[in-house]
């Protein structure tokens, strides 16, 4: 265990970091005045209202509200988790992560470090024996005789695991330990009666399995003649967990401008294939049916999937396993459908015998709607009355399971077309509220419109959009910080800028991230904040004020007795 990554290297690493850079690579920025203005990646508009400063290292949405630093966004816009982002954005700037020494808890982070480089280092072995191992004949035979060639077998990494049981404990088994990571990464297997160790994989065609960054994290591996299992996949290890991962997604992410579409093939050999042809968005399953893991990884980076199957009973009995599994993942935005293939095909047949266009044409797929409807019609006859009942309890669940929404309600209704039976779901989606701006867009009084915020909230609301204010905030009295969120929230944004008060607001928003304010802290940067730039230190330094002094209706309260704070006034309001 290495412990938490270090709250002063995540600090250096956003004031290395470009925000503007790293959002570029997803959004076309336009610069407006210090900032820079474009369509908002998290949500569909046609006017811009998504906002990133490279003075203070943030990006914001003022349409949906999403907000955060270069971290941030590449957690929430590539589907990474914290370390992952820390990881990738490190990586690009050149830097080693560094942790805290001695650290442990539920934010602690385990060095897989000598992993990944073993499996690297496999990996290179294995390509290596393909092009020089005496035995590798049989092996460039197979693939040639798949039709693959050598530049498609360099770029996605393919090798060879030559027979024998040491040739990769032989050349990265130096010692004990490296033994032991070995066996630890599924590269050998240690014997029970005796401390002896072996390779796992032997004469075969050797697949990486790659994470979304690219590293190595496990391999397929495909016998070259007959034998069983023709595909033996490394175990689940610290860094491979074949439920959350899909072959050759790294490619998909990695070719520059990412489809709209991904499509989700059944073998290595089929994604291999079809990028050959030019088919660059298919990716595989790793033995298993489709996990919903899968499903929602691949949902983070395109808008529609297509699950290509057989055409025959069998495929079509997998494409619903498949539709079960997406169903409760189809959010508004996700759109999923089948591709059959015609009889005696597989997509690496198929690309080969009729082109890479059969992939892109539209009327080849059947929509979810489509398929759902033509399965249920195929065990319950709409055309009787029983029938029809019967179609309302096959479909009512499945139904359930989409997200409230267009989708759901479109399903519903034309369940309630063949059936003619009313279908109603107890949780309908909430009704739409206006945006926050409305207000004061739709021609009401400003007064009518505007947020009047507590004096502690006012100061945080600043505090985040320029901390360096918090140098005027010296002569604030002690605030008690159970009082309220917002004055327990104001404290900590105070002690964490009184030694770092130029910290930008992509770093101090990392610092809040997993802290019993985050939310709180998401929820007022989400407000509609109007006050020109100009006018916010004078601002800060007026609020500082009203809770320095006392009110003096609460001061004359509190001498016959009463202990009940005053609500804030509209300091707009006349007295």
């Given at each position: 265990?290495?412990?938490?990554?270090?709250?002063?290297?995540?600090?250096?690493?956003?004031?290395?970091?470009?925000?503007?850079?790293?959002?570029?690579?997803?959004?076309?920025?336009?610069?407006?005045?210090?900032?820079?203005?474009?369509?908002?990646?998290?949500?569909?508009?046609?006017?811009?209202?998504?906002?990133?400063?490279?003075?203070?290292?943030?990006?914001?949405?003022?349409?949906?509200?999403?907000?955060?630093?270069?971290?941030?966004?590449?957690?929430?816009?590539?589907?990474?988790?914290?370390?992952?982002?820390?990881?990738?954005?490190?990586?690009?700037?050149?830097?080693?992560?560094?942790?805290?020494?001695?650290?442990?808890?539920?934010?602690?982070?385990?060095?897989?470090?000598?992993?990944?480089?073993?499996?690297?280092?496999?990996?290179?072995?294995?390509?290596?024996?393909?092009?020089?191992?005496?035995?590798?004949?049989?092996?460039?035979?197979?693939?040639?005789?798949?039709?693959?060639?050598?530049?498609?077998?360099?770029?996605?990494?393919?090798?060879?695991?030559?027979?024998?049981?040491?040739?990769?404990?032989?050349?990265?088994?130096?010692?004990?330990?490296?033994?032991?990571?070995?066996?630890?990464?599924?590269?050998?297997?240690?014997?029970?009666?005796?401390?002896?160790?072996?390779?796992?994989?032997?004469?075969?065609?050797?697949?990486?399995?790659?994470?979304?960054?690219?590293?190595?994290?496990?391999?397929?591996?495909?016998?070259?003649?007959?034998?069983?299992?023709?595909?033996?996949?490394?175990?689940?290890?610290?860094?491979?967990?074949?439920?959350?991962?899909?072959?050759?997604?790294?490619q998909v992410l990695g070719r520059g401008k990412r489809p709209d579409k991904a499509l989700i093939v059944e073998g290595y050999m089929d994604v291999v294939a079809l990028a050959q042809f030019g088919v660059d968005n298919a990716v595989a399953t790793l033995g298993t049916a489709t996990t919903g893991d899968q499903i929602e990884l691949l949902f983070r980076h395109v808008s529609e999937i297509v699950f290509c199957f057989d055409g025959d009973d069998a495929g079509r009995r997998a494409a619903w396993r498949a539709l079960e599994t997406v169903l409760p993942l189809l959010k508004e935005g996700r759109?999923?459908?089948?591709?059959?293939?015609?009889?005696?095909?597989?997509?690496?047949?198929?690309?080969?015998?009729?082109?890479?266009?059969?992939?892109?044409?539209?009327?080849?797929?059947?929509?979810?709607?489509?398929?759902?409807?033509?399965?249920?019609?195929?065990?319950?006859?709409?055309?009787?009355?029983?029938?029809?009942?019967?179609?309302?309890?096959?479909?009512?669940?499945?139904?359930?399971?989409?997200?409230?929404?267009?989708?759901?309600?479109?399903?519903?209704?034309?369940?309630?077309?063949?059936?003619?039976?009313?279908?109603?779901?107890?949780?309908?989606?909430?009704?739409?509220?206006?945006?926050?701006?409305?207000?004061?867009?739709?021609?009401?009084?400003?007064?009518?419109?505007?947020?009047?915020?507590?004096?502690?909230?006012?100061?945080?609301?600043?505090?985040?959009?320029?901390?360096?204010?918090?140098?005027?905030?010296?002569?604030?009295?002690?605030?008690?910080?159970?009082?309220?969120?917002?004055?327990?929230?104001?404290?900590?944004?105070?002690?964490?800028?009184?030694?770092?008060?130029?910290?930008?607001?992509?770093?101090?928003?990392?610092?809040?991230?997993?802290?019993?304010?985050?939310?709180?802290?998401?929820?007022?940067?989400?407000?509609?904040?109007?006050?020109?730039?100009?006018?916010?230190?004078?601002?800060?330094?007026?609020?500082?004020?009203?809770?320095?002094?006392?009110?003096?209706?609460?001061?004359?309260?509190?001498?016959?007795?009463?202990?009940?704070?005053?609500?804030?006034?509209?300091?707009?309001?006349?007295?």
């Amino acid at each position: 265990m290495a412990g938490k990554i270090a709250k002063s290297f995540i600090d250096e690493l956003l004031a290395r970091a470009n925000v503007v850079e790293i959002v570029e690579r997803a959004v076309q920025l336009k610069r407006a005045g210090r900032d820079f203005q474009g369509l908002c990646p998290f949500h569909h508009e046609k006017t811009p209202s998504f906002t990133v400063s490279p003075d203070k290292q943030f990006y914001h949405c003022f349409g949906c509200g999403a907000h955060g630093s270069a971290i941030g966004f590449l957690m929430n816009h590539d589907g990474l988790g914290f370390v992952e982002a820390v990881e990738e954005l490190a990586s690009a700037l050149g830097l080693e992560v560094q942790y805290e020494a001695g650290s442990a808890g539920p934010t602690a982070v385990a060095d897989h470090s000598g992993l990944y480089r073993v499996m690297d280092e496999a990996q290179r072995l294995y390509a290596k024996m393909l092009r020089e191992h005496p035995a590798r004949a049989r092996a460039v035979d197979y693939l040639k005789g798949r039709g693959l060639t050598g530049e498609i077998a360099k770029r996605f990494g393919i090798g060879y695991a030559p027979p024998g049981w040491d040739t990769v404990c032989a050349a990265l088994a130096h010692d004990s330990a490296a033994r032991k990571l070995l066996v630890e990464a599924g590269l050998a297997v240690e014997k029970e009666d005796a401390d002896r160790f072996y390779d796992r994989f032997r004469d075969r065609v050797m697949f990486p399995i790659r994470d979304r960054r690219g590293r190595c994290i496990a391999f397929g591996g495909r016998i070259i003649d007959a034998g069983e299992p023709k595909y033996l996949n490394s175990p689940e290890t610290p860094i491979f967990h074949k439920r959350h991962e899909l072959y050759g997604l790294d490619q998909v992410l990695g070719r520059g401008k990412r489809p709209d579409k991904a499509l989700i093939v059944e073998g290595y050999m089929d994604v291999v294939a079809l990028a050959q042809f030019g088919v660059d968005n298919a990716v595989a399953t790793l033995g298993t049916a489709t996990t919903g893991d899968q499903i929602e990884l691949l949902f983070r980076h395109v808008s529609e999937i297509v699950f290509c199957f057989d055409g025959d009973d069998a495929g079509r009995r997998a494409a619903w396993r498949a539709l079960e599994t997406v169903l409760p993942l189809l959010k508004e935005g996700r759109r999923a459908g089948f591709l059959f293939l015609p009889h005696g095909h597989d997509p690496d047949s198929l690309v080969r015998a009729q082109g890479p266009a059969v992939f892109g044409d539209k009327e080849r797929v059947t929509a979810l709607s489509t398929f759902l409807f033509d399965e249920l019609a195929a065990r319950a006859d709409p055309s009787t009355i029983d029938g029809k009942a019967q179609l309302v309890a096959l479909a009512r669940p499945l139904i359930a399971k989409v997200p409230p929404g267009p989708l759901r309600q479109l399903l519903s209704q034309h369940l309630q077309t063949l059936s003619g039976a009313r279908v109603r779901f107890a949780d309908a989606p909430p009704p739409l509220r206006a945006p926050a701006a409305a207000a004061t867009r739709s021609g009401r009084s400003a007064r009518a419109g505007r947020h009047v915020a507590r004096p502690e909230a006012r100061l945080i609301e600043l505090l985040v959009r320029r901390p360096s204010l918090a140098i005027l905030a010296r002569d604030l009295p002690a605030l008690d910080v159970a009082a309220s969120p917002d004055a327990a929230l104001l404290v900590a944004l105070l002690e964490t800028l009184e030694h770092t008060p130029d910290m930008h607001v992509g770093a101090l928003l990392e610092r809040f991230r997993d802290g019993p304010h985050a939310a709180h802290l998401g929820d007022l940067l989400a407000r509609e904040f109007v006050l020109d730039e100009s006018r916010w230190e004078s601002e800060f330094s007026n609020t500082v004020a009203k809770l320095t002094t006392p009110d003096p209706r609460q001061v004359a309260l509190r001498r016959i007795g009463y202990q009940r704070p005053l609500p804030d006034r509209d300091p707009s309001a006349a007295d």
